[in-house]
């Protein structure tokens, strides 16, 4: 496989020049244009099974002097990322604050339909994910001088479903002027469509969103007994799957309530229960003292053959406590992968002309 080192300098080179000459034909001005919503549609938080790798800390580049070339510029900034992230294993990575919540996992991001005269229609929900039999309550708003009337509904619909063939639910108005109401989750697992329907100024307007329901994959049952190896602190997760199959864990480790590492593991599970392995390498942990928890766990079972969807499962919200030890053995000793480091100086080469 002597081709891949060029092949991928090529593919670099190729990228930086695009990117370069993209750059050089966005105009000034922009090209604002209004749009009218006619519905809102919410789309789930990124989870860590298809969110890209958390980057680490990077190096600045510092900005060209002029004349310099825009392809040496971007080739130096693709270098830096490779020198940075070839320092972490791919299983235990440095994350910041912002990223720890990206990777929460279940959230749902309510959004807001805007309506005539600065009215606004909000839905929101407690999560994204619903595992099936689980109630989902619903909770919407309706803001601004217009009329609203009597009935405000809700209801889910599968992709492929002809609207309004199921049942809804009226949410009921509370004190405080916002309408909940619950609906079943008992249905199949996959991607719905939440419509709320309200009649604003004589009209029907929809609210249109989604969520999805998951099957029960298994049960959590803590941590157990860590150990140094490696220059790893290994963290064993209980897991005792309903069912045999690839499953994916992840989780953030805090160190005195503050994130320090995104750690994942993959594992094949027999149907019993089982310990998944997450490891925290060195270069995240060494030096560090203190309480440690795991948070935002997730699980996902991956799909047994092509076409078939991956299914999702998390952890108790408040994580789990870690009682570790021999943390001073561990070293900020870099998990340095050669390729890598090779492909960042052939490209730090070419940036500086040498």
């Given at each position: 496989?002597h ?60 900005k ?101 063939t ?21 249905r199949?697992?996959?991607?719905y ?7 604003v100024?004589?009209?029907t ?5 989604t ?21 790893n ?17 992840s ?16 594992q ?79 490209l ?7």
């Amino acid at each position: 496989m002597h081709w891949r080192g060029p092949l991928f300098i090529l593919a670099c080179v190729g990228t930086a020049a695009g990117i370069g000459f993209a750059l050089s034909q966005v105009p000034d001005d922009g090209d604002p244009r209004a749009l009218a919503a006619v519905t809102a549609q919410a789309k789930a938080t990124p989870q860590a099974q298809t969110v890209p790798r958390p980057a680490p800390a990077q190096r600045s580049t510092p900005k060209p002097p002029a004349g310099d070339s825009p392809i040496r510029f971007m080739l130096a900034q693709v270098a830096d990322q490779y020198e940075a992230a070839s320092r972490y294993p791919a299983y235990s990575v440095p994350i910041s604050p912002d990223q720890a919540k990206a990777y929460a996992g279940n959230q749902y991001q309510a959004v807001t339909l805007p309506l005539a005269d600065d009215g606004r229609f909000t839905v929101n929900l407690e999560k994204y994910r619903f595992t099936r039999g689980e109630t989902i309550l619903v909770v919407a708003s309706l803001e601004g001088p217009m009329v609203v009337g009597q009935r405000v509904e809700a209801r889910l619909e599968a992709t492929g479903e002809q609207s309004g063939t199921q049942t809804g639910t009226t949410l009921t108005r509370t004190p405080e002027g916002i309408y909940q109401g619950e609906l079943d989750s008992d249905r199949e697992p996959g991607e719905y469509r939440l419509i709320v329907s309200a009649r604003v100024d004589g009209q029907t307007v929809r609210h249109v969103s989604t969520l999805s329901i998951e099957p029960h994959l298994g049960d959590f049952g803590g941590v157990g007994t860590t150990r140094i190896e490696n220059n790893n602190l290994v963290i064993p997760v209980e897991f005792e799957p309903d069912e045999a199959g690839f499953y994916a864990l992840s989780a953030n480790l805090y160190v005195n309530g503050q994130p320090v590492a995104h750690l994942s593991h993959e594992q094949r599970l027999d149907g019993s229960k089982a310990d998944i392995e997450l490891r925290a390498h060195g270069s995240v942990m060494a030096g560090r003292r203190g309480t440690l928890q795991l948070k935002g766990l997730q699980i996902r079972r991956l799909p047994a053959r092509p076409g078939d969807r991956t299914d999702y499962a998390f952890g108790p919200e408040d994580g789990f406590d870690v009682d570790a030890s021999g943390l001073d053995r561990l070293e900020d000793i870099p998990a340095r992968d050669p390729e890598s480091e090779q492909r960042a100086a052939i490209l730090r080469k070419m940036a500086t002309g040498a």
